[in-house]
């Protein structure tokens, strides 16, 4: 560093970076860039804080204009391929990633990224290759460690993901993600070694900070599995006031949206929608835990189907071109609908950000839960494709959701009057859908595929209008990659012990019960 003065004030930006203050990050960088535009550092600290509230292009422009002033910087090139995955252009991220590989075959964090974009693209085998890489590199780090085992879980090796869990649970024991994928992969009894382990570290605790949030889930899920359901109960309830406390989330914006999205579509005709697009488009919708997983790894048992899993992409599309704030744009919504020329335009651009992962051109499946919300924008984009809505026993489905650990995305899950609420929503909406006669939208009910399996199943190959192959009745024996909380339960065969776990915390989750 040039300038020693600057020093106490870039360890203050460094602390509000990790306190995740990032509007303050990015003003008082954008200060210091005026004064000293060839420092490095602050080039970093601002893109990566737009990176982390979302502002990817703004992101590119800070890597871009920094590398004006140092084009070798490594961290910078880095930084900017990883801006380029975050705006999906994976192309380019990959260039520059395998440019830095080639200058830099010992800088571990590129064949990190690179490994993550692979394993977002579902090229798990190339992912766990660059991960190796990159722990070869710098042995005995935990992130590199967590990528691996989180790879190995979705590939469903699950004594691999566990023991490369152990490994960071000794290198780090305060990286309780670790403690949470470990117990998305056993069953628990009360000499297991974890449930031991997570005692201990447990013992004088008063699991108040944020780290112990995952070991409360984890706890859960241990008590649950040798049936101590109210023990089970105590933990889950801290693990999600914890997590509640920590988010901004407010249940009146999602409910807000959802009555905006039913009030711009109430006068518009969804019947029978023309269009040339053509492409083989199959849309599995729901609640979380609704049976979306199985669903997908029935159909994608298929031989001519090729499962996408939970992917941002019409999310990503539709806040791009008609959401501000969680505010809908109906002026653009209603240039929209005139405009076939921007329908063709965005439903290109989502078809060039799958085309990465469907490169056999199968029919292409994409299980992004909260998509229900856009089922409206999906029969105006691809009015060819397939609409599957898959819907559960309302008090099992908030149960599940209740106590599974989802990520900042979910905040309704964490609270049982916030996840009610959000769930008659969904409920409301999914009726105002089906009110528009929307030809290709079916629904599939969890507890009928459970209890019919055969005949469940042949209904959801018929509506997508596929050919019958006996492999959609052995999904459990699918190799597709499964990335989602549900990566066990998806790979075996039917099995009808969740179709009424809700009565054992019945007494407990008393709110969820008096609603249904």
């Not at 084009?71 to 900017?80: A, G, M």
């Not at 297991?192 to 013992?203: A, G, Q, V």
């Not at 599995?284 to 997908?296: D, F, K």
């Not at 030809?439 to 507890?447: A, C, F, G, P, S």
């Amino acid at each position: 560093m040039k300038f020693k003065s600057t020093q106490s004030s870039i360890q203050v930006l460094v602390n509000n970076f990790n306190l995740k203050n990032y509007d303050f990050v990015i003003s008082e960088s954008r200060n210091f860039l005026k004064r000293y535009p060839k420092e490095i550092i602050f080039y970093n600290l601002l893109g990566i804080s737009f990176q982390r509230i979302g502002k990817y292009s703004e992101s590119k422009d800070v890597f871009v204009k920094g590398l004006k002033y140092s084009p070798k910087d490594t961290s910078l090139r880095n930084n900017l391929a990883q801006t380029h995955t975050n705006l999906f252009e994976y192309e380019r991220a990959e260039q520059i990633f395998n440019e830095l590989i080639k200058t830099n075959p010992n800088y571990a964090s590129a064949y990190l990224n690179l490994g993550n974009q692979k394993r977002d693209l579902n090229q798990l085998s190339e992912a766990i290759k660059l991960y190796e890489m990159a722990n070869k590199l710098m042995p005995n780090n935990h992130i590199i460690l967590y990528a691996i085992a989180l790879t190995h879980r979705a590939l469903g090796n699950f004594d691999n993901a566990v023991k490369y869990g152990k490994q960071i649970i000794k290198l780090n024991p305060n990286f309780t993600k670790a403690d949470l994928l470990i117990s998305r992969c056993i069953t628990y009894d009360e000499n297991n070694w974890h449930y031991k382990n997570l005692i201990e570290r447990t013992k004088d605790r008063k699991l108040t900070e944020d780290k112990d949030i995952d070991l409360c889930y984890s706890l859960s899920k241990a008590n649950e599995d040798f049936k101590n359901i109210s023990r089970s109960y105590e933990f889950l309830k801290i693990g999600n006031s914890l997590r509640k406390k920590r988010s901004n989330y407010n249940i009146n914006d999602d409910i807000n949206l959802i009555k905006d999205i039913k009030k711009i579509f109430e006068n518009i005709n969804l019947e029978n929608i023309s269009s040339s697009q053509n492409k083989k488009l199959i849309f599995v919708l729901g609640m979380p835990r609704s049976g979306t997983s199985l669903v997908e790894q029935i159909i994608s048992s298929h031989s001519t189907v090729f499962g996408g899993g939970e992917l941002p992409y019409m999310n990503a599309l539709v806040n791009k071109n008609f959401i501000n704030n969680k505010k809908i744009q109906f002026e653009e919504l209603v240039k929209l609908l005139k405009n076939e020329e921007k329908i063709n335009f965005i439903a290109n651009e989502y078809l060039n950000y799958t085309k990465h992962l469907n490169k056999d051109n199968k029919f292409f499946l994409d299980k992004s839960l909260l998509n229900f919300m856009w089922v409206g924008f999906i029969k105006i984009l691809f009015p060819n494709s397939k609409i599957i809505h898959c819907s559960r026993d309302p008090k099992n489905n908030c149960l599940s959701i209740y106590k599974n650990a989802f990520g900042d995305g979910l905040g309704f899950a964490h609270d049982e009057e916030d996840l009610v609420k959000f769930y008659k929503a969904y409920k409301d909406l999914m009726n105002f859908w089906k009110s528009k006669k929307i030809d290709n939208l079916i629904t599939v009910n969890y507890e009928d595929l459970i209890n019919d399996n055969v005949s469940e199943t042949k209904k959801l190959i018929k509506h997508c209008e596929l050919s019958w192959e006996e492999d959609c009745l052995k999904f459990y024996k699918n190799k597709n990659p499964i990335k989602t909380i549900s990566a066990g339960q998806a790979r075996k065969p039917i099995y009808k012990t969740s179709l009424n776990v809700f009565e054992k915390y019945k007494n407990l989750l008393k709110i969820i019960d008096k609603s249904f």
